[in-house]
């Protein structure tokens, strides 16, 4: 998966769109393809607006929680250390290289946008690791063992995941900044980061605190 493939991905809704390699500041181990925000020479325009909330490039951003979960898989190695790991909602990877570069058996990122699995594998090759992309989470939860998951409760529609992680895997590693209260005893609270999106959305000072959650799963290693 080449630069230009994302470029050309990024300018289905932003027409002067590039992005450029970069280190984000909360995992700053891992390199990525990201947004050039100094492509933004104004306001945009109507029409580009209205594509960006209609079909937002989530991939082209390092969200928060996806900083905070990576750099504490990379303190913690032997969370994922020859297990097989699934990164859910992975966006643009960066959980995924992260177990990767930490010793998984195996990484696949699952996300239902295909323009954020062209990203994964190209940032997968920006360093110089190997993972696997899927757009099916119910047939990459076959064979599981370490669930990781980057602000995917942004939806209220998504919590029943929590209870579909359990049951599918041994250890769930959940890394959130919008919800407070997560509704499941079994997601023990471990650690709180504080981290900000890459490039810098300005985002409410809330949204930078990131939790890590731990939760053990019903599944037998």
Known sequence: MTK???I??????LSKGDVAITKPAGCDAISLYLFNPEV???????????????????????????????????QNPELVAGKNVLDFGAGSAIVAIAAAKAGAN?????????????AAMANAALNGVSIETS???????????????ADVLYDRENMPFLAKFKRASSLIILA???V?????????????????TWPDLNEFEEFNQVRIYHAQGGRQI
């Open 4 to 6: 230009s493939k994302l």
């Open 8 to 13: 050309s991905n990024i300018q289905k809704t």
């Open 40 to 74: 933004l020479e104004g306001p945009l325009s109507h029409d580009e607006a209205q594509a960006v909330v209609a079909e937002p490039a989530y991939w082209s951003f390092c969200w928060a929680s996806g900083q905070a979960l990576a750099n504490y898989i990379l």
């Open 106 to 118: 195996k990484a696949i990122a699952c996300d239902i946008d295909p323009d954020a699995l062209d």
């Open 135 to 149: 757009d099916d989470l119910d047939k990459s939860l076959e064979n599981i063992d370490v669930i990781v998951a």
């Open 176 to 178: 959130d900044s919008r």
């Open 180 to 196: 407070k209260n997560l509704g499941d005893e079994d997601y023990r609270l471990q650690q709180v980061i504080t981290c900000r």
